[in-house]
């Protein structure tokens, strides 16, 4: 399960973390306020194509972070069982600089 996106740098984003409980979490808001560069970057951090242009006006750089909590039955385990996953914790990051 996702449990925290931190995102820095990207688009309008200066830097926030989001913590998302059990069950169903729900982004709303007005127009302009963010919620599609929270989707974007969501994407950008599970392997979507990145743009240069997701980066914010005057960074050199953006990263994106993602932490999954990992029960022990869960089937993503068995995907990365080549892997160490200590406590029960997968973070996938992405970073992107302006230098390329």
């Known amino acids: ?31 302009g306020t963010g919620k599609s560069i929270i989707i974007d970057s969501m994407n950008l951090v599970l392997g979507e194509r990145a743009d240069r242009e997701l ?17 022990e039955d869960s089937p993503v385990r068995e995907m990365l069982r080549d892997l160490s996953v200590e406590d029960d914790v997968l973070i996938l990051s992405r970073e992107l600089s302006s230098s390329g």
């Open 1 to 31: 399960m996702l449990s925290h996106l931190t995102i820095r740098n990207v688009a309008i984003i200066d830097e926030v973390m989001i913590r998302f409980g059990e069950g169903l979490n729900i982004l709303s808001g007005e127009t």
């Open 55 to 71: 980066i914010r006006a005057g960074a050199d750089s953006a990263r994106v972070e993602a932490l999954f909590e990992l029960p």
